[in-house]
T-cell receptor, first 109, second 114 residues
């Protein structure tokens, strides 16, 4: 299977919370990242978590890491229409980055 | 601070033609990456440079792809000859060092091979 796996699509209503999930295989990952990609643009780093942490909160974003299950999630609170984009999970093993296929998030009014 | 610059933004060529992409990373960033992003997929690493040396080119199809970073600053990626399956967005990214934890991405070059 793929080294980093994500569900492909998520539809969420404006104001609700979004949760995007990711599983990975590389247990030597030192950092794990969430990137956002809007149409026609490159990837923009949203947040990251160090591998010895299990949670990180940054304004509307909460990252949860279950290192035992190699599972990473991103929760976006109070989802807005501007949050519609593709979200990529990425692992980092000493400067070698691997990306999932991305989760397209569509926010409906 | 200026971001990662890439050009051209779009390129359309016919199969068997050649094409080159250019990337200028953020000033002072020692590590530069080229990724290929096929529609519906995540970025796949093609090559990683540390200054002007190659760190990882294990996934670069060397029979047709080449890349250089002669002065350790900007970089070019070339495809010769192009195939239909090379249609993708080519992303350049840079970081301070080999184990730095934030990659800065350029806007990408969208290549269409007809």
């Amino acid at each position: 299977g793929e080294d980093v796996e994500q569900s492909l699509f998520l539809s969420v209503r404006e104001g609700d919370s979004s949760v995007i999930n990711c599983t990975y295989t590389d247990s030597s990952s030192t950092y794990l990242y969430w990137y956002k990609q809007e149409p026609g643009a490159g990837l923009q780093l949203l947040t990251y978590i160090f591998s010895n942490m299990d949670m990180k909160q940054d304004q509307r974003l909460t990252v949860l890491l279950n290192k035992k299950d190699k599972h990473l999630s991103l929760r976006i609170a109070d989802t807005q229409t501007g949050d519609s984009a593709i979200y990529f999970c990425s692992t980092d093993s000493w400067g070698k980055f691997q990306f999932g296929a991305g989760t397209q998030v569509v926010v409906t009014p | 601070e200026a971001g990662v610059a890439q050009s051209p933004r779009y390129k359309i060529i016919e199969k068997r033609q050649s094409v080159a992409f250019w990337c200028n990373p953020i000033s002072g960033h020692a590590t530069l990456y080229w990724y290929q992003q096929i529609l519906g997929q995540g970025p796949k690493l093609l090559i990683q440079f540390q200054n002007n040396g190659v760190v990882d080119d294990s996934q670069l199809p060397k029979d047709r792809f080449s890349a250089e970073r002669l002065k350790g600053v900007d970089s070019t990626l070339k495809i010769q000859p192009a195939k239909l399956e090379d249609s993708a967005v080519y992303l350049c990214a840079s970081t301070w060092g080999a184990s730095a934890n934030e990659q800065f991405f350029g806007p990408g070059t969208r290549l269409t091979v007809l």
